[in-house]
Every structure is written in C-alpha cells, then in structure tokens.
T-cell receptor
C-alpha cells in the first residue's frame, strides 16, 4: 500500500503560530497533494507537488517533498482560527491505474 | 462553474432498502471518483471512471455496491440492499485527467437504520 500517513493525528496551536503537519508514504509516487476538510464539508484541494519537485508555496502554505525519505510536510504560517480543519495528504502512484490514496488526516485546531 | 454536484445531501433509509446517490461532475472533466468516508476507515476510494469507463473498482466493498456513468455529466452509486454498516459520507470528485487535481462535491451523508 502507498497510503499516506499523517503525523500528528491532532494538533492544537494558538492563532499566529505556525502549524506543521507531516505525511509519510510507502511506494513511489507521481504526485502528492494536500487537502483541507472543514467539519461536515467536502475536501478542498490546497496544493499539488510532483515527484520531481522539492518545495512549493501557495500563500501561507509551504509544502516540501523528500522522495528519498518518502515524506512530505505542510507548513501553515501565521495560523488563523479559520485554518481549523482536518488536513489530508493524498498520494498518486505511478502504476496501478493512478489510484489516489488518502491518509487518515491531521486535525488542526487553532485557538483564537 | 457550479463545482461537483451531489444529491441528495442527506439520506436516511432502513436496512434492506435500495439507495441511489447521484453526482454531476464539473463540465470538461474526464475522470470521476466515488469515495466513502467513515471515522473508522477514513477516506476510501470505491471506484473511478475515466471517459465514462470504470477503470478501477477494487475498492467497491461487495456486490451490493454498483456504480454507473452513462454519460460524461452524470454518475450514480447504488447500494442494494443497504445495511447499517454502509452509513457514511459518500463523496464524488472529478478531475480533468486521471492524475490531475480532484475537486470534491459536498458529499451525501447516508444513514442506514
């Protein structure tokens, strides 16, 4: 299985602090994506990083990818209460029909 | 663009009944995915289509589940007969190509009593 596994499972921080979430996977990938899910809502795509990229930025988000360690991290800088949500990494393989596998997610709580 | 549309948003039914979930993907997207989300198992890919053809249905739990995509703008996921353990949120997602970003619908919360 190439399932992404997020770490930590839950994270509670103060508004203004940075939040870092990690994802590990098992097999080679085509790309890795991060999604956010607010309670009771669908998943919203945040950022996609391809296997030949090492770092990507989007606003307050920074994603890194280390294919040698089969891991990725999502950094949210200057967090806001509105960032409270679950964050999932999803890996898309190179084989097996390009199936996307989602991890169990990290629940982030940002206290105002 | 209206995004991915799913109906119904909530469904409560009794064990043994047939349940049909519907999805309209984003216009121009060629791939469509059905997922199920539960607390215990997280988000699971059930089946996905590319150009209306089922590509991978290995995630479909059992024969009670079936999915169709008769045209590029409509797909259904049917459970017959439904069981309490099928209670979950079912998401539909679409993407332009098989490896592109997936856009999720709001989900259908299914409760089987």
């Amino acid at each position: 299985s190439q399932q992404g596994e997020e770490d930590p499972q839950a994270l509670s921080i103060q508004e203004g602090e940075n939040a870092t979430m990690n994802c590990s996977y098992k097999t080679s990938i085509n790309n890795l994506q991060w999604y956010r899910q607010n309670s009771g809502r669908g998943l919203v795509h945040l950022i996609l990083i391809r296997s030949n990229e090492r770092e990507k930025h989007s606003g307050r988000l920074r994603v890194t990818l280390d294919t040698s360690k089969k891991s990725s991290s999502l950094l949210i800088t200057a967090s806001r209460a509105a960032d409270t949500a679950s964050y999932f990494c999803a890996t898309r393989g190179n084989t097996g029909g390009f199936k996307t596998i989602f991890g169990a997610g990290t629940r982030l709580f940002v206290k105002a | 663009d209206a995004g991915v549309i799913q109906s119904p948003r909530h469904e409560v039914t009794e064990m043994g009944q047939e349940v049909t979930l519907r999805c309209k993907p984003i216009s121009g997207h060629n791939s469509l995915f059905w997922y199920r989300q539960t607390m215990m198992r997280g988000l699971e890919l059930l089946i996905y289509f590319n150009n209306n053809v089922p590509i991978d249905d290995s995630g479909m739990p059992e024969d009670r589940f079936s999915a169709k995509m008769p045209n590029a703008s409509f797909s259904t996921l049917k459970i017959q007969p439904s069981e309490p353990r099928d209670s979950a949120v079912y998401f539909c997602a679409s993407s332009r190509g098989q490896t592109d970003t997936q856009y999720f619908g709001p989900g259908t919360r299914l409760t089987v009593l």
